[in-house]
């Protein structure tokens, strides 16, 4: 299995994952995930990151090639979720001289998840490696998806290894690198990927990325995903920008519902929104597209409308689900509005008016609780919701 050279002495040793449906148990994987792992030939060989453990057989084969008979000096540890750490074991147990670069918080969890406490070389914020005609440097990013995730960046190449950062959902089809693919694929699922996986940590990002401001970076080698080199800026503005929570001119709207009485009411603010002027509008029947799809256009849109019908005194259960996926992921700054059905005691609306005043969101107009089926009332109530969402989103308020 031949690996790539994505620059001089630098190979991409990563492997493809087709076969998992959910990444998390939880996000699917429709064009599949790959775990990236990179090797550099230099005086010292140094292996960044490895993969996850179903696919270690490949991965020591790809190391082995590129190697071939030269030793493997130094592991570098930027994350420890499994699917980076998973062949850490079997890699000391064919390499057992390889020394293991990591901080403080990466050793607690190599000895807590592998039993490994020897052969360790512990690094701090700043601190260097030199490996020969280079000096790595660390540069930690705690929660920028773990505590104890850090860059490492290789002045030679201008090259930045940001462990989950700027990565994306989608094995890598041939291509490595940016510039030699069509990165249209990725571009949905990299803000997939950016609010499901990383989204709750947006400070933590800023933070990452005001101190990798201070680097000269040609290349980002991510742990997902595309080598980012042609389209790198777009990557880093992309991460700048869901990482304060910046929603594009648009709306998100979820709905649940049973018998297609608050399904009419989304359609009703869906067409008064594009009467409106809004362009942008993703309606979501929350009981059929996945989670990670909503949350991925939340992330994307500035604007969220939420229906729900009651359901034994309480939310339709789906709802509650994605309400707590959002809140979970403090997503910030958000114009929202929200409408609701019953039958005989209407709770839904009650229940959605905590939403907003939990997440500190705006709320742009007065929310519409319908009695049974559509009638003019509430036709009119859900046609001004859509106006003054659009007005506010347009600033003409
Ligand atoms: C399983 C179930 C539970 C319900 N629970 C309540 C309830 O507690 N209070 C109420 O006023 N209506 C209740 N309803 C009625 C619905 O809220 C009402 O029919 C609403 O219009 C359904 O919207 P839909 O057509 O979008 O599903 C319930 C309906 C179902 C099917
Ligand atoms: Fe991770
Ligand atoms: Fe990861």
Not at 191 to 202: E, H, P, Q, S, V
Request: aromatic content about 10%; glycine content about 8%.
């Amino acid at each position: 299995m031949k690996s790539k050279e994505i620059a001089k002495n630098l190979f991409y040793v990563g492997v493809n994952d087709r076969q998992k449906a959910l990444f998390e148990n939880l996000w699917p994987l429709p064009s599949g995930v790959s775990y990236n792992s990179y090797l550099i030939l230099d005086e010292k060989n140094v292996l960044v990151d490895t993969v996850d453990v179903c696919y270690s057989d490949i991965f020591l084969k790809k190391i082995a090639e590129i190697l071939d008979g030269r030793s493997l000096d130094y592991l570098i540890v930027n994350h420890m979720e499994p699917d980076h750490s998973g062949s850490i074991r079997l890699l000391r147990q064919r390499y057992p001289d390889v020394k293991i670069v990591g901080n403080a918080k990466t050793f607690d969890m190599l000895k807590g998840y592998h039993g490994i406490t020897d052969g360790l070389h512990e690094v701090k914020d700043n601190d260097t490696l030199n490996i020969g005609s280079r000096a790595l440097s660390f540069h930690t990013a705690p929660m920028v998806h773990w505590i104890e995730v850090m860059f490492t960046y290789d002045p030679k190449e201008k090259t930045l290894f940001s462990a989950d950062a700027f990565g994306t959902f989608g094995a890598l089809n041939g291509g490595i690198i940016d510039k030699d693919m069509n990165i249209n694929p990725y571009r949905e699922e990299i803000i997939r990927y950016y609010a499901n996986i990383i989204g709750k940590y947006g400070s933590a990002v800023q933070k990452a990325l005001q101190k990798i401001a201070k680097l000269d970076i040609q290349t980002i080698c991510s742990t997902h995903g595309p080598v980012w080199r042609q389209h790198l800026s777009e990557a880093v503005a992309l991460y700048d920008r869901m990482s304060r929570y910046e929603g594009e001119e648009g709306v998100t709207i979820v709905y649940g519902s049973m018998y297609g009485n608050t399904e009419q009411m989304a359609d009703v603010v869906a067409y008064s929104l594009a009467e409106n002027g809004i362009k942008n509008i993703a309606v979501h029947n929350v009981s059929k597209n996945h989670a990670s799809y909503i949350l991925a256009d939340i992330f994307k849109y500035k604007g969220l409308i939420i229906g729900s019908p009651t359901y034994s005194n309480q939310l339709y259960p789906e709802i509650e689900s994605i309400l707590s996926k959002i809140g979970i992921r403090e997503v910030k700054d958000r114009l929202f509005g929200y409408f609701g059905s019953f039958s005989w005691a209407g709770v839904a609306v009650k229940k959605l008016s905590a939403f907003p005043e939990q997440m500190n969101w705006e709320v742009v107009a007065p929310p519409v609780e319908q009695r049974q089926g559509l009638l003019s009332e509430s036709y009119e109530g859900l046609w001004a919701l859509g106006k003054a969402m659009a007005d506010a989103l347009v600033g003409r308020k």
